[in-house]
């Protein structure tokens, strides 16, 4: 008999009550063991695209999402603005010809000079309410809860940092959203050095505490000294100032003209929308290849999580956006 046991032998029933924490996390850690040796064998055995669409509130919050997209760009139609599918849309309607099943945004790029228009589009069609931004205080959350409150049941468009938000809806909770994010064009002399100092530059600064209007004002100001950028088409595409993937995501190379355009479509549940030309080749380079696999937040959807932080800090109920 070895030595451990003859001590829990000595001891009886006091080693539980001595050693309750130490057995209780030996149990856990055979079940996380277990667990994720259960979660490995479903992820070799099955396919991600195969995978069911989302069920419930999540479900039917997508659904609403899609046909407010198809809402609001039937309302810029007139416009010819030019706009593709993008992000973990594009991922989404080439994996699982729709959602992400745990997503429930819907992300549209398009080059500066049609973010501009749609700028203008939104500040003067009376289809439309424009913010101001700039003026900006609080929370996140809170902030956008206010405005749709204050504009019910009109499309507002909502510049931020990050991307420009249109909504709709009475409050925060029911408002439906689309969200547009600018690519710049980049100067056929800039080096890949250059501009690599230059988003240094602008996710420094980022990463301070500023007011929204400093930002506004710092992207402004420096598009136009910075002189990295192109309003006319060059052969080299980056993700834009005021874009989340210049300030939140890594480096992943230069999208090349033709890997864009000319667009193409691609189905996104039952709405058809443009994307780039080369939806594949872009995938690949944003997501370094993984795409197609199982990621690490499978399950979440973030929207919604960050929705529940600010309905509990305010003390209103959760959404229940669970599917099972």
């Known amino acids: 008999m070895g030595v451990k046991n003859i001590v829990i032998k000595c001891m009886g029933p006091l080693y539980p009550l001595l050693f309750k924490t130490r057995i209780k996390n030996r ?45 609001i760009l039937g309302l810029l139609k007139p416009y010819d603005i030019e706009m593709y599918l993008d992000g973990g849309a594009l991922l989404g309607a080439k994996r699982h010809n729709g959602f992400i099943p745990w997503d429930d945004d819907i992300d549209i790029t398009m080059a500066r000079a049609d973010y501009n228009k749609l700028i203008q589009v939104l500040k003067t069609d009376p289809n439309f309410v424009w ?11 809170e902030y956008f809860d206010k405005l749709i409150r204050a ?37 056929e002399d ?48 980056v993700p834009g100032l005021g874009s989340w993937d210049l300030t939140q995501y890594g480096y992943h190379g230069f999208r090349h003209y033709d890997d864009v355009y000319p667009l193409t479509t691609i189905m996104f549940e039952t709405l058809e929308f443009p994307c780039p030309n ?6 690949n380079r944003l997501y370094s290849n993984s795409w197609r696999d199982y990621p690490k937040d499978i399950g979440i959807p973030h929207t919604l999580l960050d929705k529940n932080t600010y309905f509990k800090m305010i003390g209103e109920p959760l959404i229940d956006y669970s599917e099972f």
């Open 190 to 237: 800039v080096t890949e050095e250059q501009y690599l100092a230059f988003r240094d530059k602008v996710i420094a600064f980022i990463r301070e505490p500023h007011s929204w209007k400093e930002i506004f004002d710092f992207y402004e100001t420096n598009w136009k000294e910075s002189g990295i950028y192109s309003l006319e088409p060059t052969s080299r595409i």
């Open 278 to 283: 080369k939806a594949e080749e872009l995938l």
């Open 151 to 187: 504009n019910a049941n009109k499309n507002i468009g909502v510049m931020t940092p990050h991307c420009l938000h249109i909504f709709n809806g009475t409050c925060l909770r029911d408002a439906k959203n689309v969200e547009f994010f600018p690519n710049d064009f980049l100067k």
């Open 27 to 71: 149990k856990l850690e055979k079940e996380i063991q277990n667990l994720t040796f259960q979660v490995n064998y479903l992820k070799h055995h099955s396919d991600i695209r195969q995978l069911k669409p989302a069920t419930g509130v999540l479900r039917e919050f997508q659904l609403a999402e899609i046909e407010y997209a198809r809402y």
């Open 131 to 141: 913010i101001d931004s700039s003026q900006k205080t609080g929370y996140f959350s």
